[in-house]
């Protein structure tokens, strides 16, 4: 609490330092998945992502007035997406976040900035995946508004956007059974629900769904089915490049279609039957 | 003389609360792990535990562990890294499935020799005596690898700058005449990234337990210390240091002015011991 009373004074000296000296050396391999984080990057970090880029303009003078510096929540941001390249060896775990730290210049202590089970590493790549999965469709989107490409049928759309999401977690498939008994955690439960729920979102907002009634709800649920049970399916996969999985996706969401329109026309038939009703009932009246 | 100090309860000037302190420790350094053990009833070595639990270290760390006299961390964080490193070894083998037999056994032969994982602890303190019970106890105990033992005083550290991954002080802070001193030193030793930990008396806040744990204090341990160390001052001067001490959050805002982020505590046992931690980022 202390600390946010006077963010821009207390920059973080010794990462701004330790920043400083990394833009002299040849770039980092993960540097260009750091360039994602900053939606907005203050001026300062722009010779970080741009490793031949000029140097940042500091007095030197213990750092107070170096205009590179960030909060802790970028650091550890830094950090865990720097963990991300040891998890297929050490797995969700602090090791993992001690061998990212390394990477950056830091202690190994500095793991112990993070639980020791892992969450915030997995949650963070949770959302990170998320992220990108949201860019992604908004680019799709922005094809098909310039005329460059042909909007997808609805199927066709949830496969491939739900396919994408899940082919991230290809690179780290062996540890992924771990990271989902740390998500199922009564800690980490309201955050990994979270995450679920606004990425299916997501997905149905890209897809062009409007509906302001009780579809809404049930849109989102047989999404979230969908998407958890092929999940679990991948998991178990061992055909080659997950053909098997995709397959199982393809006819789940066929199922949905055809629910729907089952459902649609249960709908227009009970009204059909309700009319016929209301005629006999009108003519036996009479 | 200097600007007015509190030794216990007396009021000393800087210098004569320095050499005070010396001599309690000359005094009480043969029988400092009997006496811990008697007045907190072995719940001291469980503190310890957590402390090592809180830091978790992994192998390759470099640990300082300041006024640490007579071992206690340094011996339960070459256990546990030892043990780290034991399962990283047993996960190794398991991938290893693939290998010939000469492969395997080369890389064993290799680990073999690197059961710390390239971990080292370094024992700093300003006690002489300290310093010779602690290194008995490593022979005795049979710790070699990985440890070394410094006369040094912690307002005033004879290492580098950015040294070490973790810095701990245990039980110790409390006799630092200059605290503030000690944790800039404690900053500047430390890498970034470093970890800064402290295990020390605190205070506690409810009241019930506040008037026990008093009563046991100022009845009973200056009583132990002169039934099982001959020795009633020294503990005396102990129970009085506790009082003195800054609560929980005095001393976290003195770690902060220190420079370190992420500053926080946790309290055991009530309050009667708290570990502070905070990283130099």
């Given at each position: 609490?202390?600390?946010?009373?006077?963010p821009p004074l207390r920059a973080l000296q010794a990462s701004a330092a330790l920043r400083r000296a990394s833009d002299e050396?040849?770039?980092?391999?993960?540097?260009?998945?750091?360039?994602?984080?900053?939606?907005?990057?203050p001026a300062g970090h722009?010779p970080e992502?741009?490793?031949?880029?000029?140097h940042p303009s500091y007095t030197g003078q213990g750092g107070q007035e170096s205009e590179d510096y960030e909060s802790e929540?970028q650091l550890?941001?830094r950090?865990?997406?720097?963990?991300?390249?040891?998890?297929?060896?050490?797995?969700?775990?602090?090791?993992?976040?001690?061998?990212?730290?390394?990477?950056l210049g830091l202690?190994?202590?500095?793991?112990?900035?993070?639980?020791?089970?892992?969450?915030?590493?997995?949650?963070?790549?949770?959302?990170?995946?998320?992220?990108?999965?949201?860019?992604?469709?908004?680019?799709?989107?922005?094809?098909?508004?310039?005329?460059?490409?042909?909007?997808?049928?609805?199927?066709?759309?949830?496969?491939?956007?739900?396919?994408?999401?899940?082919?991230?977690?290809?690179?780290?498939?062996?540890?992924?059974?771990?990271?989902?008994?740390?998500?199922?955690?009564?800690?980490?439960?309201?955050?990994?629900?979270?995450?679920?729920?606004?990425?299916?979102?997501?997905?149905?907002?890209?897809?062009?769904?409007?509906?302001?009634?009780?579809?809404?709800?049930?849109?989102?649920?047989?999404?979230?089915?969908?998407?958890?049970?092929?999940?679990?399916?991948?998991?178990?996969?061992?055909?080659?490049?997950?053909?098997?999985?995709?397959?199982?996706?393809?006819?789940?969401?066929?199922?949905?279609?055809?629910?729907?329109?089952?459902?649609?026309?249960?709908?227009?038939?009970?009204?059909?039957?309700?009319?016929?009703?209301?005629?006999?009932?009108?003519?036996?009246?009479? | 003389?200097?600007?007015?100090?509190?030794?216990?309860?007396?009021?000393?000037?800087?210098?004569?609360?320095?050499?005070?302190?010396?001599?309690?420790?000359?005094?009480?350094?043969?029988?400092?792990?009997?006496?811990?053990?008697?007045?907190?009833?072995?719940?001291?070595?469980?503190?310890?535990?957590?402390?090592?639990?809180?830091?978790?270290?992994?192998?390759?760390?470099?640990?300082?562990?300041?006024?640490?006299?007579?071992?206690?961390?340094?011996?339960?964080?070459?256990?546990?890294?030892?043990?780290?490193?034991?399962?990283?070894?047993?996960?190794?083998?398991?991938?290893?499935?693939?290998?010939?037999?000469?492969?395997?056994?080369?890389?064993?032969?290799?680990?073999?020799?690197?059961?710390?994982?390239?971990?080292?602890?370094?024992?700093?303190?300003?006690?002489?005596?300290?310093?010779?019970?602690?290194?008995?106890?490593?022979?005795?105990?049979?710790?070699?690898?990985?440890?070394?033992?410094?006369?040094?005083?912690?307002?005033?550290?004879?290492?580098?700058?950015?040294?070490?991954?973790?810095?701990?002080?245990?039980?110790?802070?409390?006799?630092?005449?200059?605290?503030?001193?000690?944790?800039?030193?404690?900053?500047?030793?430390?890498?970034p990234g470093?970890?800064?930990?402290?295990?020390?008396?605190?205070?506690?806040?409810?009241?019930?337990?506040?008037?026990?744990?008093?009563?046991?204090?100022?009845?009973?341990?200056?009583?132990?210390?002169?039934?099982?160390?001959?020795?009633?001052?020294?503990?005396?001067?102990?129970?009085?240091?506790?009082?003195?001490?800054?609560?929980?959050?005095?001393?976290?805002?003195?770690?902060?002015?220190?420079g370190?982020f992420?500053?926080?505590?946790?309290?055991?046992?009530?309050?009667?011991?708290?570990?502070?931690?905070?990283?130099k980022l």
């Open positions: 609490v202390r600390c946010q009373q006077y050396h040849k770039k980092e391999p993960w540097a260009s998945s750091s360039q994602q984080h900053f939606d907005s990057p722009q992502q741009k490793p031949q880029g000029p929540e550890q941001h950090i865990l997406t720097a963990a991300l390249e040891f998890v297929p060896e050490h797995g969700w775990t602090a090791e993992a976040i001690a061998e990212g730290a390394k990477t202690s190994v202590a500095a793991a112990g900035l993070f639980h020791s089970d892992g969450s915030e590493l997995i949650l963070h790549f949770v959302s990170e995946c998320n992220r990108k999965l949201s860019e992604l469709l908004k680019k799709e989107q922005k094809l098909v508004q310039l005329g460059e490409a042909e909007k997808k049928p609805i199927d066709e759309f949830l496969r491939d956007a739900v396919e994408a999401r899940l082919r991230m977690l290809i690179p780290y498939i062996e540890k992924w059974p771990q990271a989902l008994s740390v998500l199922l955690l009564p800690r980490n439960i309201p955050s990994s629900l979270n995450l679920l729920t606004s990425m299916i979102d997501d997905i149905w907002h890209y897809a062009g769904d409007q509906s302001t009634d009780f579809n809404w709800y049930t849109r989102r649920a047989v999404l979230t089915g969908i998407y958890n049970t092929t999940e679990l399916v991948m998991l178990q996969d061992s055909s080659p490049g997950f053909e098997d999985t995709w397959r199982f996706l393809g006819n789940r969401v066929a199922d949905a279609m055809t629910m729907s329109n089952t459902a649609t026309q249960v709908q227009s038939t009970g009204e059909a039957v309700v009319q016929g009703l209301m005629g006999a009932a009108v003519t036996v009246s009479n | 003389a200097g600007p007015e100090m509190h030794f216990g309860f007396q009021s000393v000037t800087e210098e004569e609360r320095r050499e005070k302190i010396y001599q309690v420790f000359e005094t009480v350094a043969k029988k400092y792990d009997v006496m811990n053990d008697s007045m907190t009833l072995g719940i001291h070595r469980v503190w310890k535990d957590i402390l090592m639990h809180k830091m978790n270290p992994c192998p390759g760390t470099l640990l300082l562990d300041v006024a640490g006299g007579t071992g206690d961390i340094a011996f339960r964080f070459i256990n546990y890294v030892r043990s780290v490193r034991q399962r990283q070894l047993q996960r190794k083998l398991k991938h290893h499935q693939n290998l010939s037999w000469q492969e395997i056994f080369e890389s064993y032969q290799k680990d073999k020799f690197n059961s710390l994982g390239d971990s080292q602890v370094v024992v700093c303190d300003i006690n002489r005596e300290m310093l010779k019970v602690g290194k008995q106890k490593a022979q005795h105990l049979g710790y070699s690898e990985g440890l070394s033992w410094v006369l040094g005083n912690a307002e005033e550290l004879p290492f580098d700058d950015d040294r070490f991954d973790v810095y701990t002080i245990a039980f110790g802070i409390r006799n630092v005449t200059r605290i503030d001193l000690a944790l800039q030193e404690a900053y500047r030793v430390l890498k470093g970890r800064f930990l402290c295990l020390e008396f605190s205070h506690v806040s409810n009241p019930l337990l506040s008037r026990l744990y008093d009563l046991y204090s100022f009845q009973v341990i200056p009583v132990l210390g002169e039934v099982i160390a001959g020795d009633w001052k020294s503990y005396q001067y102990l129970v009085e240091s506790i009082r003195q001490f800054p609560p929980q959050e005095e001393l976290k805002a003195m770690i902060e002015d220190a370190f992420k500053v926080d505590y946790e309290n055991l046992n009530f309050g009667i011991v708290a570990i502070h931690s905070g990283f």
